[in-house]
């Protein structure tokens, strides 16, 4: 019998100037699909949605507030597309939990359904554990009255909490999604969401849309592309949020057979290749050189092409670099678009359809 290639969820804190890495991605990076993206126009169908604000903080993650309980617990987290659990600090947290996150009480909850599976997460920098519980949970005004999700006792990330909205197979201990859940209990929200990451926070953080899409947010339209299978052929279904690229850079191309779209992984992660095409002539420990002459990035998805500029991928990343398009973590091949991208390019996962839809944001 096969054993599932993800040993639960790996999420590794990749510390590069605090920003975030998840690699429980890496396993996607062997992926050697040829099914073809398509360009496809898809209408902004209504139904019933939420729009939760986000915040940016320094460019390296946007997070927002979710409520747990009755009477109602707030939380400040991270929502993830490159992962699939919920999870918040616990109440009885032992070790790592850190004074500026909130923590939840489950004896101050009429709501709270006792389950006590145990719950494990193994992190780069140590490990993560805890419990699961159930309990209501809200985000942006869409309520989950069975809401399966993990208290930690044990918190070894840089984070006060996760919502994952990745695929149910990649949940650790098979817990439904908060999305799915959130589906099953209200049909009439479609398993969709929508990232809108401002790339000047002091104007506008962004926004997640759960069940729709808000056209105020892009610009054109909305191009789509398949999700694509992280292995094919043994049948695994489809566990990263993943498809079919591109990359150009001046007159050098890079195929990309599966990028990894993750709104929980700051930088965009590339055959080194490309980071070497953008560096040439470059003065890469000097930002504002980076800004200023910094080569166009083109992103090819869907049959329609998203253009970064140096200012759009000019990041101090380290005392050397200052390009946010980096190259995989060595000995890795993994390519990753995380929020670098993102903030260029509104992403919109249906869940239902397996599809990822692309425009610009209304910021270009």
Not at 142 to 170: H, P, R, W, Y
């Amino acid at each position: 019998q096969f054993l599932y290639f993800i040993e639960k969820l790996i999420l590794n804190c990749f510390e590069i100037a605090g920003m975030q890495f998840h690699s429980a991605l890496l396993a996607a990076a062997l992926s050697s699909a040829t099914v073809d993206a398509s360009r496809v126009r898809i209408p902004v169908k209504k139904s019933k949605s939420g729009r939760e604000p986000l915040t940016g903080h320094n460019d390296v993650y946007w997070s927002g507030e979710i409520t747990i309980g009755t009477p109602a617990q707030k939380f400040n987290i991270l929502f993830d597309s490159g992962s699939a659990n919920t999870w918040v600090n616990s109440a009885s947290c032992q070790q790592g939990c850190s004074a500026a996150c909130d923590k939840y009480d489950h004896s101050k909850s009429s709501t709270y359904v006792k389950n006590g599976t145990a719950f494990s997460i193994t992190y780069g920098s140590g490990s993560a554990s805890g419990f699961l519980s159930q309990d209501t949970t809200s985000i942006a005004g869409l309520t989950v009255t069975k809401n399966k999700f993990a208290e930690l006792t044990t918190n070894a990330a840089s984070l006060c909490g996760i919502v994952g909205l990745g695929f149910q197979n990649l949940a650790v201990d098979g817990v439904m999604p908060f999305l799915q859940q959130l589906h099953q209990e209200n049909p009439d929200v479609e398993p969709q969401f929508a990232f809108y990451l401002a790339e000047d926070p002091s104007e506008d953080n962004g926004e997640l849309v759960l069940g729709g899409v808000d056209p105020a947010d892009f610009s054109g339209e909305l191009v789509t592309a398949p999700v694509i299978p992280a292995t094919p052929g043994l049948n695994l279904g489809h566990p990263f949020w993943q498809v079919k690229a591109s990359i150009a850079v001046g007159s050098s191309f890079f195929a990309v057979p599966a990028a990894v779209i993750d709104s929980g992984t700051t930088l965009v992660y590339a055959n080194q290749g490309v980071h070497a095409a953008i560096k040439s002539g470059l003065q890469i420990d000097d930002c504002d050189q980076v800004k200023s002459n910094g080569p166009d990035v083109v992103f090819g998805l869907a049959g329609a092409n998203f253009t970064l500029k140096g200012p759009d991928y000019a990041m101090q990343v380290s005392f050397l670099d200052c390009i946010a398009i980096q190259p995989p973590p060595e000995g890795l091949d993994v390519t990753i678009f995380g929020d670098v991208f993102m903030r260029v390019v509104y992403s919109v996962f249906n869940i239902e359809k397996k599809t990822i839809s692309f425009a610009y944001t209304k910021q270009h």
